[in-house]
């Protein structure tokens, strides 16, 4: 269905598209980054989970909640360990990805000079 304005002419609303695409505010973290960030938040969540019904088995008094409580703290050095992932992993992909090497303009006089006159 198309709008028309009160003369007939198509109306500026007839054109438009139903939403305005917007550049991101940020970039998509790179896939590794992504992939161990996915894998700590499923880690931490099964962790809580885990801890949650740990605590309950604790107060019902169930035989389970000894059990669970070593579970527990395995989860919870699992998750310390999926968390540092995460941050070692983005640290690494910085180094390797994240600085272009390219000479500023400044740097560009000094440099030739630096290989013209050797030491």
Do not use: C, H, K
Not at 11 to 24: C, D
Not at 35 to 45: F, I, N, P, Q
């Amino acid at each position: 269905m198309r709008m028309y304005e009160e003369d007939g002419s198509p109306s500026e609303a007839a054109g438009r598209g139903l939403w305005v695409e917007e550049p991101a505010r940020r970039y998509r973290m790179p896939d590794p980054v992504r992939a161990s960030a996915v894998r700590a938040v499923l880690v931490v969540a099964v962790t809580l989970t885990e801890a949650t019904i740990t605590f309950f088995l604790a107060v019902t008094g169930s035989w389970l909640a000894f059990p669970m409580t070593l579970g527990g703290i395995a989860g919870t050095v699992l998750a310390t360990w999926a968390v540092l992932d995460v941050l070692i992993t983005r640290q690494m992909w910085n180094q390797r990805y994240g600085v272009l090497s390219e000479p500023s303009s400044v740097a560009g006089p000094e440099r030739a000079r630096a290989v013209a006159r050797p030491r």
